[in-house]
């Protein structure tokens, strides 16, 4: 049983990330203790079917023990080496070898990092060095989508689009910028993908003659699917329109990849579903499945050609302590192994199971819209269907449906007005799915 004294030490000394600290307080902490598979167990003994991953990364389940053997091997030879002077270790080469050798096109460049926040933060820092030694100094603005995650670092929040990450904090910078979401279910333009794919092509240009032209703009960053957002998923053909008019605008394309990667939409990477090659691309998440923390930035051989020669003898003066961190490195090995032996199959499998699952429940009165590809999805829930009606956000129906389904034994993600997003581990079981479905079918009864 959770001890009242665990409650209170948390309540008084840990800072929880994007919480209402004194709503947090008031609630006081759910501690988990355990996990397997796709089940976690909570401090009372109570077990849960995790439909989010932990927090959509841990794509290989809990407690695969190859995982930590590999990652105890790695501690016990060498737990640390730097990846500076010039020094590194095996597990960190052969893994940059291998994601290269996976990656889209020519992305054959990695650049490892702890975690998503600080992936993003790395495209910034090397792509204002690429504007400036190929000459442009001048193309030093950046433009994201509404609803945009791009992580939590300061420039990256500013990319970001979600009005948490700006309010008190003095952001967004006046050189990040965004347009409109290809956002398919609420879309002024409506919901015909050949009308959403022209009105973002327009809204890129305008922005970019806004700002004072493309020769002004450094990068466009787009995730596959939009995911802290409320799982967006643009229209097929978007990503690649996106792409082909950065190409033609001298606008280098940056894909975040950090939750669409990794087998969470079915292949290891969203790109090749459109296969399409980014300028650049983060990872982060299913890259260790959440075992210990990594982000991974690919570059193109032109960005990262066009950095190398124009630095010459110098150096590039961006890096972390634990860039390429061996263990980590090591972990990732195993998951990739991991994901080449069924693990992406089985994610497919469970993927469309979930997706004809989830549409089952469209006729529920509660459910406006299902969305998803693979085992990224979202049940959008409104008060009227034929309005597209969002549930009261004065209500905090966010709060009371995570609630709910936390007493029905299912842990979901629920955004803002009523957005439940789905990301369960890619080892689930056709029981598992299915369960995951009923309990959310239980969750909206009880809603209503
Ligand atoms: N980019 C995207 C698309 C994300 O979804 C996230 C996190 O959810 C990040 C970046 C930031 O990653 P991290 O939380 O590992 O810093």
């Not at 960190?92 to 975690?115: K, Q």
């Not at 995650?149 to 952001?171: D, I, K, M, R």
């Not at 997706?355 to 509660?366: I, M, N, R, V, Y």
Request: proline share 6%.
């Amino acid at each position: 049983m959770l001890s009242n004294s665990l409650i209170e030490l948390d309540r008084a000394h840990l800072v929880h990330p994007v919480a209402s600290y004194r709503g947090h307080e008031r609630a006081g902490v759910r501690v988990l203790r355990s996990a397997k598979g796709a089940t976690v167990t909570d401090a009372g003994g109570r077990e849960l079917l995790d439909g989010f991953a932990g927090l959509w990364c841990v794509n290989a389940g809990y407690g695969q023990d190859s995982i930590v053997e590999a990652a105890a091997r790695q501690m016990r030879e060498l737990p640390y080496a730097t990846a500076y002077f010039g020094l590194g270790s095996e597990p960190a080469i052969r893994l940059a070898a291998a994601l290269a050798e996976r990656a889209p096109g020519d992305l054959n460049h990695v650049y490892f990092t702890l975690g998503g926040s600080d992936a993003v933060d790395t495209t910034v820092r090397l792509i204002r060095y690429y504007q400036t030694v190929r000459g442009r100094p001048e193309k030093d603005q950046f433009i994201s989508l509404d609803q945009g995650y791009h992580g939590s670092s300061t420039v990256g929040a500013g990319l970001t689009a979600l009005p948490a990450f700006h309010a008190q904090f003095g952001l967004p910078f006046p050189w990040q910028h965004k347009i409109p979401s290809p956002y398919p279910y609420r879309n002024p333009v409506g919901g015909d993908p050949e009308a959403i794919i022209a009105a973002s092509l327009a809204a890129l240009r305008a922005k970019a003659e806004e700002v004072g032209g493309p020769g002004r703009v450094a990068a466009f960053y787009a995730e596959p699917i939009q995911g802290s957002g409320g799982v967006i998923v643009p229209p097929p053909g978007w990503l690649r329109a996106m792409r082909d008019l950065c190409a033609e605008l001298d606008i280098l394309f940056v894909a975040d990849e950090v939750i669409t990667g990794f087998g969470r939409t079915g292949p290891l990477f969203a790109c090749s579903e459109e296969e399409i090659v980014p300028d650049l691309m983060t990872t982060a998440k299913g890259l260790t499945s959440g075992y210990v923390p990594m982000g991974a930035v690919f570059l193109s051989d032109r960005v990262y050609d066009a950095i190398a020669d124009g630095a010459g003898e110098a150096a590039v003066g961006h890096g972390y302590t634990y860039s390429a961190h061996p263990v980590s490195a090591a972990v990732g090995l195993e998951v990739l192994r991991l994901y080449e032996d069924g693990l992406l199959e089985n994610g497919r499998r469970a993927g469309a199971r979930l997706l004809a699952g989830l549409h089952g429940l469209a006729g529920h009165p509660l459910v406006g819209e299902v969305r998803g590809r693979g085992l990224l999805a979202a049940v959008e829930l409104v008060t009227d269907k034929a309005r597209r009606t969002p549930l009261p956000a004065a209500a905090d129906p966010a709060r009371r449906i995570f609630d709910r389904a936390w007493d029905n034994g299912l842990v979901l993600r629920a955004f803002g007005t009523g957005i439940l997003g789905f990301a369960p581990p890619l080892c689930c079981t056709p029981a598992e799915i299915d369960a995951l479905v009923e309990r959310t079918r239980r969750t909206l009864d009880q809603t209503l």
